[in-house]
């Protein structure tokens, strides 16, 4: 049901070697929303979003999709449960083409039937990677580039996707056209956790949102009350 949480970390800790990047943070996503993560740069926001991904283990805390704990599984399994990551930067594969990269996202789905459906969705919320289909994926623009590693995340069928930074190193108007597509994810059924450097428009987007600040959750609210916050506007919206 909408509103239910589907997404729940408690006590989260996790890092790398020696370094400890989250601090035993709790967060919480319900089902059909969109969730922002902000902070400064080396908050741990990407840390947050590999650790909920299986990409980087948590020393401490639990993780539950849907109720079933998470921590403790490879990565491939957590995408296999719908819960699916799309990296910051693009890691488009150079030397195949676009219609490969989105097959190879597909690679958790075994039916060959569900697969095609899924690229026709893909390329039905993305027309010009239909058009592209045969071009070789390193040679799309940075924008397309970045519709390609969302449509990636797509074959997985996603029931979660959890987005780093998806307009980085884009034109502001392919910002605000990333930003449409997340609206459109959202409202074709994902629920979203979305880590985005530009804190006005993930707070326009978002219902709720957690700061971040040094691996820890320093506040959090209503979207639309954290964008009047005053601390907030000073720290992240230029104010
Ligand atoms: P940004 O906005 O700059 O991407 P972030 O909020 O996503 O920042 P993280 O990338 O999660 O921050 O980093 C959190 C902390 O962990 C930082 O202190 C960072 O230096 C450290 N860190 C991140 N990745 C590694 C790594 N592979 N090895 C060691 N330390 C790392």
Do not use: C, W
């Amino acid at each position: 049901e909408t509103g239910d949480v589907v997404l729940s970390l408690k006590g989260v800790s996790a890092g790398y070697g020696r370094i400890t990047a989250l601090h035993g943070i709790d967060l919480e996503v319900r089902r059909g929303e969109i969730v922002t993560l902000l902070g400064a740069n080396g908050a741990g926001k990407t840390t947050t979003l590999k650790t909920i991904s299986g990409l980087v283990r948590a020393q401490a805390g639990s993780i539950t999709f849907e109720g079933e704990e998470l921590v403790g599984r490879k990565a491939s399994a957590i995408a296999r449960m719908g819960v699916v990551h799309v990296p910051e930067g693009r890691h488009v594969l150079r030397g195949l083409s676009v219609r490969e990269n989105l097959e190879l996202g597909g690679f958790t789905v075994h039916d060959s039937k569900l697969r095609g459906e899924r690229l026709e969705e893909v390329f039905g919320l993305f027309p010009i990677l239909q058009q592209r289909q045969h071009q070789d994926g390193s040679l799309l623009s940075g924008g397309e580039q970045q519709m390609l590693a969302i449509g990636r995340a797509m074959m997985h069928g996603p029931r979660v996707l959890l987005l780093d930074e998806p307009s980085m190193g884009l034109a502001p108007k392919l910002v605000l056209e990333t930003m449409r597509i997340v609206k459109q994810l959202n409202e074709r059924g994902a629920t979203i956790l979305l880590v985005e450097q530009n804190a006005r428009l993930a707070l326009k987007l978002a219902k709720y949102g957690y700061v971040l600040e040094t691996g820890n959750i320093r506040m959090e609210g209503e979207a639309s009350d954290l964008a009047k916050d005053t601390a907030i506007v000073r720290a992240y919206l230029g104010g």
